[in-house]
């Protein structure tokens, strides 16, 4: 289909063909080069929720259209901005919302991939909550799209903008607590219910939703407030449990730090059997990364629901989430989710400890900031999907891989495999309902 098939041509053909000729097909567009001082026209996607955090855009742009499948979760950012053209579902929003410069997508992790990545087709910058993806092979896709279509995009794990982890991260490049081979990174999630059975009950859907635009690209189901509007990260169908949630949180200073990239094999040990429908209520996992030119090799565990042992916090209160980078020379231990704060352990070794002059920019966690800069000519923002955030994604949804397999996987990054394992691929790229393919 060419860029200049009038609306009444294009929707025929795709009522025709289907929703997922939309998704996947032929509108393209180069996006728009705003000046420094523009304002950018911007539609949030999921305006109810996380979305309301983005609503403070409008500061210093502007928000053009509000897209969210639920009337009732979205009545706030409606009312604070009457103006903005209102949309349920946000394949008709940039089919129709002609003056957009760029997008936030906020929706559960199940649909990021499919609005972020028609979005990017049509030449629209791109703004995506962590995780970036639902699905390992989704963030692959998310990279290239990016930069085959040359906008600009961030990742919304927060902390990457902070200076404390900037910091952080410099002070182990420099060989500040030396030679790394052990990290830990905990985090207090779930706080939603998992490990659960799918329920019997169907209730009647809430007039003020519209469940079949909510469930997306996932199987139909019928709906039940066990999903929506909440505790969706907890059924493997719509979230990616609390690695989802926290990790591209929690494993960032020492996924930047180390420079870690693609693990070799990773293996988890759940704290319940785990079944099909959600994810257990703990686990442990744990990631080998290869030597990585002269960094040595190390091993990663996330712990959920759990901590690493007492011993490594030298006498520190254990935090609800955060890391430990152990090293040679000392301890770096972070006691956050988002990594913005460190010290470096034994304190009395590193009392006089100055910091190395800084290498990377700083934007004080102003998140939003670095990608508004980046859409009006700026440089990209450090957690942009081509350079950082895929990267990321894929290392932390991996270890779901694991937990479902039941097993320790050997990781063909390149391919995105596990080797001599293909019921994996099941976990790597999911399949969608009809009418929903990328």
């Keep these: 289909m060419s860029r200049q098939t009038s609306r009444r041509q294009f929707l025929q053909t795709t009522a025709a063909a289907g929703v997922g000729f939309w998704v996947a097909g032929g509108l393209e567009a180069a996006p728009r080069q705003p000046g420094p001082n523009d304002r950018l026209n911007i539609a949030i996607i999921g305006c109810g929720g996380r979305g309301e955090a983005h609503l403070g855009l409008a500061k210093t742009e502007n928000i053009v259209a509000l897209c969210d499948v639920d009337e009732q979760r979205a009545a706030n950012a409606f009312k604070r901005f009457p103006k903005a053209t209102r949309y349920q579902d946000f394949r008709v929003l940039l089919e129709k919302q002609k003056n957009l410069d760029a997008v936030v997508v906020a929706t559960p992790d199940h649909t990021h991939a499919h609005a972020s990545i028609m979005a990017m087709r049509l030449g629209k910058h791109c703004y995506c909550e962590k995780p970036l993806t639902h699905s390992i092979w989704e963030a692959r896709q998310m990279k290239e799209t990016a ?120 293996s988890a040990v759940p704290a319940q059997a785990v079944n099909n429908e959600s994810p257990p209520v703990g686990c442990t996992i744990t990631y080998e990364f290869p030597a990585r030119g002269t960094l040595p090799a190390c091993r990663m565990v996330w712990y959920e ?12 209160k254990p935090s609800g989430s955060g890391c430990l980078m152990i090293g040679s020379k000392g301890t770096m231990y972070s ?38 800069r980046a859409c009006k000519g700026g440089p990209a923002a450090m957690s942009n999907f081509i350079d950082y955030a895929s990267q990321l994604t894929e290392m932390a949804l991996l270890g779901n ?17 596990c080797v001599d394992m293909p019921a994996a691929n099941q976990y790597i790229r999911r399949t969608y309902r009809k009418g929903w393919e990328l």
């Design 147 to 266: 930069a085959k279509f040359r906008v600009q995009t961030q990742m919304g794990n927060q902390g990457t903008s902070s200076n404390g982890l900037r910091t952080g991260a410099e002070i182990v490049q420099a060989g500040g607590i030396g030679d790394v081979r052990e990290i830990h990174v905990w985090t207090n999630r779930p706080i939603w219910p998992q490990g659960q059975g799918r329920p019997a009950a169907t209730p009647p859907v809430p007039n003020t939703l519209n469940w079949d635009l909510w469930i997306g690209p996932a199987p139909m189901r019928p709906y039940n407030p066990a999903y929506a509007p909440f505790n969706w990260r907890g059924w493997w169908d719509f979230g990616t449990g609390a690695i989802g949630d926290m990790a591209c949180h929690t494993m960032n200073l020492p996924f930047m730090a180390l420079r870690l990239g693609a693990p070799s094999a990773v």
């Design 305 to 316: 629901r759990g901590l690493p042992p007492n011993a490594l916090f030298q006498g520190q």
């Design 335 to 372: 006691p956050s989710d988002y990594g913005g704060e460190y010290r470096l352990l034994p304190l009395g070794n590193f009392k006089n400890y100055q910091p190395p002059q800084p290498k990377m920019p700083r934007v004080d966690g102003r998140h939003h900031e670095e990608w508004l």
């Design 401 to 417: 891989v694991a937990l479902r397999m039941g097993k320790r996987i050997v990781w063909d990054s390149v391919n995105l495999r």
